[in-house]
Protein backbone atom coordinates (compact mmCIF):
# COMPACT_ATOMS: atom_id res chain seq x y z
CA UNK A 1 0.00 0.00 0.00
CA UNK A 2 1.54 3.03 -1.02
CA UNK A 3 -1.13 5.95 -1.87
CA UNK A 4 -1.55 8.42 0.70
CA UNK A 5 -4.83 7.65 1.40
CA UNK A 6 -4.79 4.18 1.23
CA UNK A 7 -2.48 4.02 3.79
CA UNK A 8 -4.31 6.22 6.40
CA UNK A 9 -7.60 4.66 5.40
CA UNK A 10 -6.22 1.29 6.36
CA UNK A 11 -4.11 1.94 9.31
CA UNK A 12 -5.73 0.84 12.15
CA UNK A 13 -7.29 -2.28 10.37
CA UNK A 14 -3.35 -3.45 10.05
CA UNK A 15 -2.82 -3.12 13.29
CA UNK A 16 -5.16 -5.59 14.47
CA UNK A 17 -7.99 -3.92 16.33
CA UNK A 18 -10.34 -5.45 18.83
CA UNK A 19 -13.06 -7.09 17.32
CA UNK A 20 -12.05 -7.06 13.39
CA UNK A 21 -13.42 -3.52 14.15
CA UNK A 22 -12.42 -1.56 10.73
CA UNK A 23 -11.23 2.03 12.38
CA UNK A 24 -10.14 2.15 16.01
CA UNK A 25 -13.02 2.65 18.24
CA UNK A 26 -13.01 5.31 20.91
CA UNK A 27 -11.22 4.25 23.99
CA UNK A 28 -12.16 6.31 27.53
CA UNK A 29 -10.65 4.25 29.90
CA UNK A 30 -7.91 6.54 32.15
CA UNK A 31 -5.89 3.46 33.59
CA UNK A 32 -6.08 -0.45 33.03
CA UNK A 33 -5.60 -3.51 35.16
CA UNK A 34 -2.83 -6.13 34.35
CA UNK A 35 -3.26 -10.33 35.06
CA UNK A 36 0.21 -10.01 37.58
CA UNK A 37 1.96 -7.72 39.06
CA UNK A 38 5.24 -8.79 37.40
CA UNK A 39 3.28 -7.45 33.85
CA UNK A 40 2.63 -4.39 35.68
CA UNK A 41 5.77 -4.06 37.05
CA UNK A 42 7.22 -4.52 33.49
CA UNK A 43 4.87 -1.94 31.46
CA UNK A 44 5.48 0.92 34.29
CA UNK A 45 9.24 -0.07 33.47
CA UNK A 46 8.74 0.12 30.08
CA UNK A 47 10.10 -3.45 29.42
CA UNK A 48 6.76 -4.74 27.71
CA UNK A 49 4.40 -2.82 26.25
CA UNK A 50 1.33 -1.42 27.65
CA UNK A 51 -0.97 1.06 28.52
CA UNK A 52 0.32 2.63 32.18
CA UNK A 53 -1.73 6.13 32.35
CA UNK A 54 -4.08 8.03 30.00
CA UNK A 55 -2.21 11.19 30.42
CA UNK A 56 0.72 9.64 28.62
CA UNK A 57 -1.11 6.74 26.57
CA UNK A 58 -4.80 5.83 25.28
CA UNK A 59 -5.07 3.31 22.55
CA UNK A 60 -6.89 5.51 20.27
CA UNK A 61 -4.75 8.04 20.55
CA UNK A 62 -1.94 5.58 19.88
CA UNK A 63 -3.92 5.03 16.38
CA UNK A 64 -3.84 8.25 15.22
CA UNK A 65 -0.12 8.92 16.28
CA UNK A 66 0.78 6.04 13.84
CA UNK A 67 -1.36 7.46 11.43
CA UNK A 68 0.25 10.89 11.75
CA UNK A 69 3.66 9.52 11.74
CA UNK A 70 2.92 7.21 8.49
CA UNK A 71 1.20 10.86 6.62
CA UNK A 72 4.67 12.29 7.61
CA UNK A 73 7.17 9.86 7.10
CA UNK A 74 8.51 9.71 10.75
CA UNK A 75 9.39 7.84 13.13
CA UNK A 76 7.07 8.40 16.21
CA UNK A 77 4.28 11.07 16.80
CA UNK A 78 3.27 12.58 20.60
CA UNK A 79 -0.08 13.84 20.20
CA UNK A 80 -1.32 16.27 22.28
CA UNK A 81 -5.08 18.25 23.14
CA UNK A 82 -3.96 21.73 20.75
CA UNK A 83 -1.12 22.71 18.59
CA UNK A 84 -0.01 25.00 21.30
CA UNK A 85 0.34 22.39 23.38
CA UNK A 86 2.14 20.38 20.86
CA UNK A 87 4.57 23.39 20.62
CA UNK A 88 4.69 24.34 24.07
CA UNK A 89 5.64 21.25 25.74
CA UNK A 90 8.46 20.87 23.26
CA UNK A 91 10.37 23.93 24.06
CA UNK A 92 9.75 23.10 27.73
CA UNK A 93 10.95 19.76 27.45
CA UNK A 94 13.58 20.73 25.32
CA UNK A 95 15.25 23.80 26.16
CA UNK A 96 16.82 25.19 29.31
CA UNK A 97 17.25 28.81 30.37
CA UNK A 98 19.94 30.45 28.33
CA UNK A 99 19.55 28.47 25.33
CA UNK A 100 18.76 30.32 22.33
CA UNK A 101 16.19 29.82 19.94
CA UNK A 102 15.74 31.47 15.79
CA UNK A 103 12.31 31.79 15.00
CA UNK A 104 10.46 33.34 11.94
CA UNK A 105 9.27 36.10 12.25
CA UNK A 106 6.32 35.28 10.26
CA UNK A 107 4.58 33.04 12.84
CA UNK A 108 0.94 32.24 13.76
CA UNK A 109 0.08 34.87 16.80
CA UNK A 110 -0.31 32.40 19.60
CA UNK A 111 3.01 31.41 18.68
CA UNK A 112 4.44 34.05 18.79
CA UNK A 113 2.94 35.29 21.96
CA UNK A 114 4.18 31.79 23.48
CA UNK A 115 8.01 32.22 22.77
CA UNK A 116 7.23 36.10 24.21
CA UNK A 117 6.25 33.74 27.43
CA UNK A 118 9.57 31.20 26.99
CA UNK A 119 11.91 34.91 26.77
CA UNK A 120 10.28 35.97 29.97
CA UNK A 121 11.30 32.35 31.55
CA UNK A 122 14.87 33.02 30.32
CA UNK A 123 15.28 31.28 26.93
CA UNK A 124 15.88 33.51 24.50
CA UNK A 125 14.23 33.74 20.88
CA UNK A 126 15.65 36.15 18.08
CA UNK A 127 12.88 36.57 15.45
CA UNK A 128 13.66 36.73 12.06
CA UNK A 129 12.63 37.19 8.09
CA UNK A 130 12.99 32.96 7.44
CA UNK A 131 12.27 33.42 4.01
CA UNK A 132 15.93 34.52 3.75
CA UNK A 133 18.90 31.94 4.89
CA UNK A 134 21.44 34.88 5.28
CA UNK A 135 18.60 36.26 8.11
CA UNK A 136 18.77 33.25 9.74
CA UNK A 137 22.36 32.14 9.78
CA UNK A 138 23.38 35.48 11.09
CA UNK A 139 21.00 35.29 14.39
CA UNK A 140 22.95 31.90 15.26
CA UNK A 141 25.15 32.11 18.53
CA UNK A 142 26.99 30.08 20.54
CA UNK A 143 24.02 29.44 22.67
CA UNK A 144 21.41 28.36 19.76
CA UNK A 145 19.78 25.06 20.16
CA UNK A 146 17.08 25.18 17.17
CA UNK A 147 15.38 26.82 14.64
CA UNK A 148 11.41 27.32 14.17
CA UNK A 149 10.02 27.82 11.06
CA UNK A 150 6.35 27.35 9.60
CA UNK A 151 5.45 26.20 6.21
CA UNK A 152 3.55 29.19 4.64
CA UNK A 153 2.85 32.20 7.13
CA UNK A 154 -0.40 33.45 8.13
CA UNK A 155 -1.97 35.72 7.04
CA UNK A 156 0.39 36.99 4.57
CA UNK A 157 1.81 33.53 3.07
CA UNK A 158 5.31 33.96 2.91
CA UNK A 159 7.33 30.82 2.20
CA UNK A 160 10.38 29.94 4.79
CA UNK A 161 13.62 29.03 2.99
CA UNK A 162 12.74 25.82 4.12
CA UNK A 163 15.34 23.92 1.79
CA UNK A 164 18.31 26.09 3.15
CA UNK A 165 17.49 26.24 6.76
CA UNK A 166 18.16 22.41 6.28
CA UNK A 167 21.15 22.64 5.23
CA UNK A 168 22.11 25.28 8.00
CA UNK A 169 21.03 23.17 10.69
CA UNK A 170 22.27 19.89 9.26
CA UNK A 171 25.69 21.76 8.92
CA UNK A 172 25.65 23.76 12.37
CA UNK A 173 23.43 20.23 14.61
CA UNK A 174 20.76 22.87 15.30
CA UNK A 175 17.48 21.10 15.72
CA UNK A 176 15.29 22.34 12.86
CA UNK A 177 11.63 22.25 13.72
CA UNK A 178 9.35 22.85 10.93
CA UNK A 179 5.30 23.77 11.62
CA UNK A 180 3.67 22.06 8.64
CA UNK A 181 -0.08 23.15 9.69
CA UNK A 182 -0.49 25.18 6.88
CA UNK A 183 0.59 22.86 4.42
CA UNK A 184 -0.31 19.85 6.20
CA UNK A 185 1.33 16.28 4.88
CA UNK A 186 -0.61 15.83 1.70
CA UNK A 187 0.57 19.27 0.60
CA UNK A 188 4.48 18.92 1.65
CA UNK A 189 6.79 16.39 4.07
CA UNK A 190 9.44 18.12 6.04
CA UNK A 191 11.27 15.16 5.99
CA UNK A 192 12.23 16.72 2.32
CA UNK A 193 14.48 18.97 3.75
CA UNK A 194 16.10 17.74 6.52
CA UNK A 195 13.55 18.50 9.65
CA UNK A 196 14.29 17.26 12.52
CA UNK A 197 10.75 17.74 14.18
CA UNK A 198 7.39 18.32 12.45
CA UNK A 199 4.71 20.43 14.63
CA UNK A 200 1.00 19.67 12.81
CA UNK A 201 -1.77 21.49 14.37
CA UNK A 202 -4.51 18.93 13.99
CA UNK A 203 -7.45 21.13 14.44
CA UNK A 204 -6.61 22.68 11.08
CA UNK A 205 -6.37 20.81 8.25
CA UNK A 206 -5.72 16.78 9.40
CA UNK A 207 -8.78 17.00 11.47
CA UNK A 208 -10.68 19.40 8.62
CA UNK A 209 -14.09 19.52 10.17
CA UNK A 210 -13.87 22.97 12.88
CA UNK A 211 -14.91 20.02 15.56
CA UNK A 212 -12.08 18.97 17.79
CA UNK A 213 -8.72 20.61 18.71
CA UNK A 214 -5.15 18.53 18.47
CA UNK A 215 -1.85 18.91 17.74
CA UNK A 216 1.49 16.65 16.88
CA UNK A 217 5.32 16.97 16.87
CA UNK A 218 6.74 13.54 14.96
CA UNK A 219 10.11 12.51 15.33
CA UNK A 220 11.87 12.62 11.83
CA UNK A 221 14.57 10.61 12.39
CA UNK A 222 17.49 13.05 11.13
CA UNK A 223 18.90 14.73 14.11
CA UNK A 224 22.05 13.76 16.29
CA UNK A 225 20.42 13.68 19.84
CA UNK A 226 23.75 12.13 20.92
CA UNK A 227 25.66 15.47 20.82
CA UNK A 228 22.48 17.24 22.64
CA UNK A 229 23.57 18.40 26.14
CA UNK A 230 19.81 18.41 27.49
CA UNK A 231 18.71 15.28 27.26
CA UNK A 232 18.50 13.45 30.78
CA UNK A 233 20.10 10.46 31.24
CA UNK A 234 16.53 8.88 31.98
CA UNK A 235 15.76 8.78 28.38
CA UNK A 236 19.02 7.80 26.84
CA UNK A 237 18.15 4.68 26.82
CA UNK A 238 17.96 2.34 23.41
CA UNK A 239 17.87 3.92 19.80
CA UNK A 240 19.27 7.68 19.94
CA UNK A 241 16.74 9.13 17.12
CA UNK A 242 14.24 8.62 20.02
CA UNK A 243 15.80 10.46 22.80
CA UNK A 244 14.60 13.76 21.54
CA UNK A 245 10.78 12.45 21.23
CA UNK A 246 10.73 10.55 24.31
CA UNK A 247 12.04 13.14 26.75
CA UNK A 248 8.87 15.15 24.59
CA UNK A 249 6.69 12.69 25.76
CA UNK A 250 7.78 10.93 29.00
CA UNK A 251 9.35 14.14 30.28
CA UNK A 252 6.74 16.83 28.83
CA UNK A 253 3.74 15.70 27.89
CA UNK A 254 3.86 13.87 32.24
CA UNK A 255 4.64 17.20 33.74
CA UNK A 256 2.53 19.21 31.68
CA UNK A 257 -0.27 16.95 30.78
CA UNK A 258 -1.67 18.91 27.91
CA UNK A 259 -3.19 15.24 26.88
CA UNK A 260 -5.77 14.52 24.05
CA UNK A 261 -8.55 12.80 24.71
CA UNK A 262 -9.50 9.59 22.74
CA UNK A 263 -12.71 11.36 22.01
CA UNK A 264 -11.33 14.28 19.99
CA UNK A 265 -8.15 12.05 18.45
CA UNK A 266 -11.38 9.76 16.83
CA UNK A 267 -12.85 12.94 15.42
CA UNK A 268 -9.23 13.60 13.76
CA UNK A 269 -8.77 10.08 12.60
CA UNK A 270 -12.05 10.38 10.97
CA UNK A 271 -11.41 13.58 9.40
CA UNK A 272 -7.54 13.01 8.74
CA UNK A 273 -9.33 9.85 6.04
CA UNK A 274 -10.79 12.45 3.47
CA UNK A 275 -7.43 14.98 3.84
CA UNK A 276 -6.15 14.49 0.56
CA UNK A 277 -9.89 15.06 -1.20
CA UNK A 278 -10.20 17.96 0.92
CA UNK A 279 -7.03 19.59 0.02
CA UNK A 280 -7.45 18.89 -3.74
CA UNK A 281 -10.54 20.87 -3.28
CA UNK A 282 -9.73 23.74 -1.38
CA UNK A 283 -6.59 24.18 -2.92
CA UNK A 284 -7.83 24.55 -6.41
CA UNK A 285 -10.73 26.85 -5.01
CA UNK A 286 -8.42 29.35 -3.12
CA UNK A 287 -6.29 29.45 -6.17
CA UNK A 288 -9.23 30.19 -8.62
CA UNK A 289 -10.57 33.15 -5.91
CA UNK A 290 -7.14 34.37 -5.58
CA UNK A 291 -7.03 35.11 -9.00
CA UNK A 292 -10.51 36.52 -9.02
CA UNK A 293 -9.46 38.80 -6.97
CA UNK A 294 -6.06 39.54 -8.30
CA UNK A 295 -7.77 40.45 -11.14
CA UNK A 296 -10.25 42.97 -9.70
CA UNK A 297 -10.56 46.30 -9.69
CA UNK A 298 -11.04 47.12 -5.78
CA UNK A 299 -8.45 45.16 -4.65
CA UNK A 300 -5.44 46.29 -3.64
CA UNK A 301 -3.16 42.92 -3.45
CA UNK A 302 -3.57 39.51 -3.21
CA UNK A 303 -1.37 37.58 -0.80
CA UNK A 304 -1.50 33.71 -2.30
CA UNK A 305 1.88 31.72 -2.98
CA UNK A 306 0.14 30.15 -5.87
CA UNK A 307 0.05 33.52 -7.74
CA UNK A 308 2.88 34.36 -10.56
CA UNK A 309 3.45 37.30 -8.25
CA UNK A 310 4.07 36.19 -5.21
CA UNK A 311 7.92 36.96 -3.64
CA UNK A 312 8.43 33.11 -2.99
CA UNK A 313 5.82 31.49 -6.01
CA UNK A 314 8.88 29.39 -7.47
CA UNK A 315 9.49 28.43 -4.09
CA UNK A 316 6.18 27.23 -3.01
CA UNK A 317 5.91 25.45 -6.51
CA UNK A 318 8.79 23.24 -6.32
CA UNK A 319 7.97 22.35 -2.48
CA UNK A 320 4.13 22.41 -2.67
CA UNK A 321 1.80 20.24 -4.26
CA UNK A 322 -0.77 23.35 -4.23
CA UNK A 323 -0.19 26.66 -3.20
CA UNK A 324 -2.33 26.43 0.07
CA UNK A 325 -5.82 26.91 1.15
CA UNK A 326 -5.51 30.42 2.42
CA UNK A 327 -5.01 33.60 1.32
CA UNK A 328 -5.67 36.74 2.00
CA UNK A 329 -5.94 40.63 0.27
CA UNK A 330 -6.31 43.97 1.05
CA UNK A 331 -9.18 46.59 -0.20
CA UNK A 332 -9.05 49.31 -2.21
CA UNK A 333 -9.39 52.87 -0.24
CA UNK A 334 -12.47 53.16 -1.77
CA UNK A 335 -13.82 49.80 -0.41
CA UNK A 336 -15.49 49.52 3.11
CA UNK A 337 -14.21 47.17 4.90
CA UNK A 338 -16.53 46.12 7.47
CA UNK A 339 -19.60 46.77 4.77
CA UNK A 340 -17.62 44.23 2.40
CA UNK A 341 -17.23 41.91 5.21
CA UNK A 342 -20.97 42.07 6.44
CA UNK A 343 -22.14 41.55 2.59
CA UNK A 344 -20.53 37.88 2.85
CA UNK A 345 -23.37 35.51 2.84
CA UNK A 346 -21.64 32.39 2.34
CA UNK A 347 -18.42 32.68 3.44
CA UNK A 348 -18.58 32.71 7.15
CA UNK A 349 -17.56 35.99 9.57
CA UNK A 350 -14.81 33.90 11.86
CA UNK A 351 -11.34 32.78 12.74
CA UNK A 352 -10.00 29.39 12.35
CA UNK A 353 -8.54 27.87 9.03
CA UNK A 354 -8.79 24.23 7.66
CA UNK A 355 -12.43 23.98 7.98
CA UNK A 356 -14.50 22.43 5.44
CA UNK A 357 -16.66 26.15 5.41
CA UNK A 358 -15.09 28.78 4.05
CA UNK A 359 -13.89 31.40 6.74
CA UNK A 360 -13.18 34.98 6.54
CA UNK A 361 -11.62 37.57 9.29
CA UNK A 362 -10.12 41.19 9.54
CA UNK A 363 -7.46 40.61 10.61
CA UNK A 364 -5.87 44.06 12.24
CA UNK A 365 -9.04 44.31 13.94
CA UNK A 366 -9.21 40.52 15.57
CA UNK A 367 -6.73 38.54 15.73
CA UNK A 368 -4.00 41.06 15.46
CA UNK A 369 -5.38 43.63 17.26
CA UNK A 370 -4.28 43.31 20.59
CA UNK A 371 -0.25 43.63 19.03
CA UNK A 372 -0.78 47.21 18.22
CA UNK A 373 -0.82 49.09 15.13
CA UNK A 374 3.24 49.74 15.19
CA UNK A 375 3.54 46.05 15.01
CA UNK A 376 0.72 45.33 12.51
CA UNK A 377 2.68 48.24 9.79
CA UNK A 378 6.05 46.02 10.57
CA UNK A 379 4.58 42.80 9.93
CA UNK A 380 2.88 44.13 6.94
CA UNK A 381 -1.04 43.96 8.10
CA UNK A 382 -2.98 46.53 6.34
CA UNK A 383 -6.18 47.32 8.17
CA UNK A 384 -8.25 46.62 5.26
CA UNK A 385 -6.82 42.84 4.91
CA UNK A 386 -8.81 40.29 5.22
CA UNK A 387 -7.50 36.47 5.63
CA UNK A 388 -10.35 33.76 3.90
CA UNK A 389 -9.37 30.31 4.82
CA UNK A 390 -11.24 28.54 1.82
CA UNK A 391 -13.86 25.58 2.29
CA UNK A 392 -15.12 22.33 0.50
CA UNK A 393 -17.70 24.56 -1.30
CA UNK A 394 -18.91 24.84 -4.66
CA UNK A 395 -16.58 27.63 -6.44
CA UNK A 396 -19.00 29.34 -8.44
CA UNK A 397 -20.98 29.65 -4.91
CA UNK A 398 -17.48 31.32 -3.39
CA UNK A 399 -16.72 33.62 -6.45
CA UNK A 400 -20.45 35.09 -6.49
CA UNK A 401 -20.32 35.59 -2.85
CA UNK A 402 -16.78 37.81 -2.93
CA UNK A 403 -17.78 39.15 -5.85
CA UNK A 404 -21.55 40.52 -4.84
CA UNK A 405 -20.04 41.85 -1.60
CA UNK A 406 -18.38 44.78 -3.59
CA UNK A 407 -21.81 46.02 -3.47
C1 LIG B 1 -3.63 26.95 14.63
C2 LIG B 1 -2.15 26.86 14.54
C3 LIG B 1 -1.40 26.43 15.63
C4 LIG B 1 -2.01 26.11 16.97
O1 LIG B 1 -2.92 25.08 16.90
P1 LIG B 1 -4.16 24.93 17.94
O2 LIG B 1 -4.61 23.54 17.70
O3 LIG B 1 -5.16 25.98 17.60
O4 LIG B 1 -3.59 25.14 19.31
C5 LIG B 1 -0.03 26.34 15.48
N1 LIG B 1 0.57 26.66 14.32
C6 LIG B 1 -0.12 27.08 13.25
C7 LIG B 1 0.60 27.40 12.00
C8 LIG B 1 -1.51 27.21 13.31
O5 LIG B 1 -2.20 27.62 12.24
Redesign the pocket.
Known amino acids: MKGFTTQIVHNDRLSDIEHGAVHKPIHTSVAYGYDSTEELAAVFQGKKPGFTYGRQINPTVEALENKVSQMENGLRTVCFG ?4 A ?1 GTAFFALLRRGDHVVSSAFL ?1 G ?2 NSLFNSFIAQGVDVSFVDATSVEAVEAAITDKTKLIFV ?1 TIA ?1 PRTQVSALAEIGELCAARGLIYVV ?1 N ?2 TSPYLFQPIKVKASLV ?1 N ?4 YIGGHGNA ?3 AITEMGNFDWQQFPNIYDDYKGGDPRMWGITQIKKKGLRDFGASLSGEAAHHISIGAETLALRLERQCTNAQKMAEFLAGHDQVQKVFYPGLADHPQAARSAELFKYGGALFSFELNDQVDLWAYMDRLNVIIRSTN ?1 GDNRTLAIPVAHTIYYEMGAERRASMGIADSLIRVSVGIEDLDDLIEDLSQAFG
Open positions: TGMAIFNTENDTMVSLTKLGGL
